[in-house]
């Protein structure tokens, strides 16, 4: 079983709309999560961390829920600038090193 | 955020060749790593890069295949050796500030022919 999964999509959704994409991790001992974004031919950047709590930045909404060890992100009001794959990312806490899901691909339209 | 300086950033080489491709950081970072994402695939971490000691490599990745140096806290260079048409891929480093400050170098695209 990997240890970050992800569905791959394509999502694709006509602007405005609203997204959500979810992420499993096998590893219920971790606490850290973040959310990645992916241009083509580019290098990952940070969109937002995940805490239980929640996490909202504008548009988007972060959400980690341990008991079923999943995480989550909704985009609201999606552009078409939103196109790109999301990376759901674990940090391991006494390593720090970044375990990456394979992606979930975004496609705004028109 | 620190930003990391990565060269070169595309190469098309012979197989059985090497080539090494290093990272600058322009401020000093606590940890270095190096990944690699081939077509259509996420990120996959070869090598956590270690200042003045040999890198800790993951399960699949070996020190004589990846050769990885890090002199100091900005500088690191990761070597890809006798290459094979497998090895084409992208080639990221990274580096950590802080708890959550991860920024990447803007990668390697490498072709081996």
């Known amino acids: 079983r990997k240890e970050v999964e992800q569905d791959p999509g394509p999502f694709n959704v006509p602007e405005g709309a609203t997204v959500a994409f979810n992420c499993t991790y096998s590893?219920?001992?971790?606490?850290?999560f973040f959310w990645y974004r992916q241009d083509c031919r580019k290098e990952p950047k940070l969109l937002m961390s995940?805490?239980?709590s929640g996490n909202e930045d504008g548009r988007f909404t972060a959400q980690l829920n341990r008991a079923s060890q999943y995480i989550s992100l909704l985009i609201r009001d999606s552009k078409l600038s939103d196109s790109a794959t999301y990376l759901c990312?674990?940090?391991?806490?006494?390593?720090?090193?970044?375990?990456f899901g394979s992606g979930t691909r975004l496609l705004v339209r028109p | 955020s620190a930003v990391i300086s990565q060269k070169p950033s595309r190469d098309i080489c012979q197989r059985g060749t090497s080539l090494t491709i290093q990272c600058q950081v322009d401020?000093?970072?606590?940890?270095m790593f190096w990944y690699r994402q081939q077509p259509g695939q996420s990120l996959t971490l070869i090598a956590t890069?270690?200042?003045?000691?040999?890198?800790?490599?993951e399960s699949g990745f070996v020190i004589d295949k990846f050769p990885i140096s890090r002199p100091n806290l900005t500088f690191s260079t990761l070597t890809v050796s006798n290459m094979s048409p497998e090895d084409s891929s992208i080639y990221l480093c990274?580096?950590?500030?802080?708890?959550?400050?991860?920024?990447f170098g803007s990668g390697t695209r490498l072709t081996v022919v």
């Open positions: 990312v674990e940090m391991m806490d006494s390593s720090y090193k970044l375990i």
């Open positions: 590893n219920s001992a971790s606490q850290s």
């Open positions: 995940v805490y239980s």
């Open positions: 401020s000093q970072v606590t940890m």
């Open positions: 890069a270690n200042q003045g000691s040999e890198a800790t490599y």
């Open positions: 990274s580096g950590k500030q802080g708890r959550y400050g991860y920024t």
